[in-house]
């Protein structure tokens, strides 16, 4: 026996002894985030090729990179972000240890001014991330480092607040998949027409956030693959900047299926969403929509996901009926404070329906006799005080009802019919599981129905139970 425990120290002993000083190792992963390393660990014992695959770097206090950072390190995934790193203080041989290994890598968040030469020796990176940098221009980009890693990039992202200029070097990425703008300059409000120009028929993903853009760049039209737009939180957008012609809407089948056009000022749904014969899920949160017309959103009707939080609403706008196959809902951080008995019947389809930290205090007794396919329904933080009633009209019943951070009042009189509704959910073989706290009393909704109900005189005499049998 004390052999055993004195081997299991010894391999304890050695296994941390492997791992550098100030970072962890476990599952593959070697974490040397937020340890104030102001050098690279040395990795030389770690046995990285057969034991580790991700490196994590961040929240350090690296400021150099040279020839021997990597040595004996071949991981697959380094992140770097959130460092001191300078470009004139990497190494052209920096990554020499990665060459045919690194397939991710993040410089994000650093004193980067201009693509390090380093990057040209990787041979296998296919994802990149140099955002929030101090590169300013577009030679911040060089034509070779660019042409160099072209035919492996597949996911590129960068942008800053000081960026002055498009980087057009980026056509060198010609099997470029996935591409993440995360601010730009404020004087950049225009992109030209050939900002996308080398992965014009490649690119999948686009997301361009955090900019003074004034429109939805036309060159997006040329995007034949485009399958996911996030825009979000250009704010000099406005209504007048989601231009048809900026869409890719000429190419057959049509892609374009996810649409994000969050915080873009926009006080309407844009026209240019009738067109997208694709859309399946769309997002407009964080836009103050005065008035949703039947005339602006008539003809969306392949959307099945829509999103509408913080965007200033006081009812659930009629106008959402025209959204014919319409299965998922949010309208959270709204000002809704009722559901009447007509706001969703024409929603038929609809399967999840979420209002959190809104100002919902009253559902009508009828409000969701018309969702039949209604599997979620998501009311945490809200004004409610009872369990809605409208749950008993609804056939079959839904899965989940949340009602955590509720102060739901507890009591026989507002809670017999759900101990009633609850059985029959449970007898239909659609149990339906109520979430929250009560309010009146130090229990869970669930628990008072199942605990305390039974004991209530209405129940007794719906139930039949001595000694409030009237048969």
Not at 7 to 29: D, F, H, K
Not at 39 to 45: C, L, Q, R, V
Not at 320 to 347: A, F, M, P, R, V
Not at 429 to 434: C, F, N, Q, T, W
Request: net charge negative; proline share 5%; hydrophobic share 40%.
């Amino acid at each position: 026996m004390m052999r055993l425990i004195l081997l299991s120290a010894l391999i304890s002993v050695v296994a941390s002894a492997s791992c550098p000083t100030g970072c962890s190792c476990r599952n593959r992963y070697v974490d040397c985030s937020g340890r104030r390393h102001t050098t690279m660990p040395d990795f030389s014992s770690l046995g990285v090729a057969s034991n580790y695959d991700t490196l994590d770097m961040r929240n350090n206090n690296l400021t150099t990179l040279d020839n021997a950072s990597f040595v004996g390190a071949p991981f697959e995934t380094v992140y770097l972000s959130h460092n001191n790193l300078a470009d004139r203080f990497i190494s052209a041989g920096a990554f020499e240890g990665l060459v045919d290994s690194v397939k991710i890598l993040d410089l994000g968040f650093n004193n980067i001014q201009k693509l390090p030469t380093a990057l040209k020796e990787l041979n296998m990176v296919e994802e990149l991330d140099v955002s929030h940098n101090p590169m300013r221009f577009s030679n911040s980009f060089p034509a070779d480092i660019m042409r160099a890693m072209g035919d492996t990039i597949t996911a590129f992202t960068f942008g800053n607040n000081q960026l002055v200029s498009w980087p057009e070097s980026l056509n060198h990425f010609v099997q470029l998949q996935k591409l993440h703008v995360d601010q730009l300059g404020s004087f950049m409000q225009v992109l030209t027409p050939e900002a996308f120009h080398g992965f014009e028929t490649t690119l999948l993903y686009l997301k361009i956030e955090n900019t003074n853009l004034i429109a939805v760049p036309i060159g997006i039209s040329k995007l034949k693959n485009l399958e996911e737009l996030h825009f979000d939180d250009n704010p000099q957008i406005t209504d007048k900047g989601v231009l048809i012609q900026s869409f890719p809407l000429k190419f057959e089948p049509p892609k374009l299926r996810i649409v994000s056009l969050d915080g873009d000022g926009l006080t309407k749904f844009p026209p240019v969403l009738k067109y997208l014969r694709a859309l399946d899920k769309l997002s407009l949160d964080r836009n103050l929509l005065d008035f949703l017309s039947d005339a602006s959103i008539e003809g969306n009707v392949t959307a099945t996901e829509l999103s509408l939080v913080n965007c200033g609403l006081d009812r659930i706008p009629g106008a959402l009926s025209d959204l014919h196959y319409l299965t998922h809902l949010d309208l959270s951080q709204n000002d809704i404070k009722t559901i009447e008995h007509n706001d969703l019947e024409n929603l038929p389809t609809l399967e999840q329906l979420v209002i959190q930290n809104a100002s919902l205090e009253y559902i009508s007794n009828n409000a969701f006799a018309a969702l039949h396919h209604l599997v979620s329904l998501d009311l945490r933080l809200t004004n409610l005080k009872q369990v809605p009633i409208a749950l008993n009209l609804m056939h079959p019943c839904p899965a989940k009802v949340d009602l955590i951070g509720n102060k739901v009042d507890c009591m026989c009189e507002t809670l017999v019919w759900l101990a009633t509704k609850t059985e029959w959910c449970q007898a239909q073989g659609s149990p339906m599981d109520i979430t929250g706290d009560c309010d009146t009393i130090d229990s869970t909704v669930k628990n008072y129905v199942a605990k305390y109900i039974p004991n209530c005189p209405q129940y007794k005499v719906d139930h039949n139970i001595a000694p409030y049998n009237h048969g």
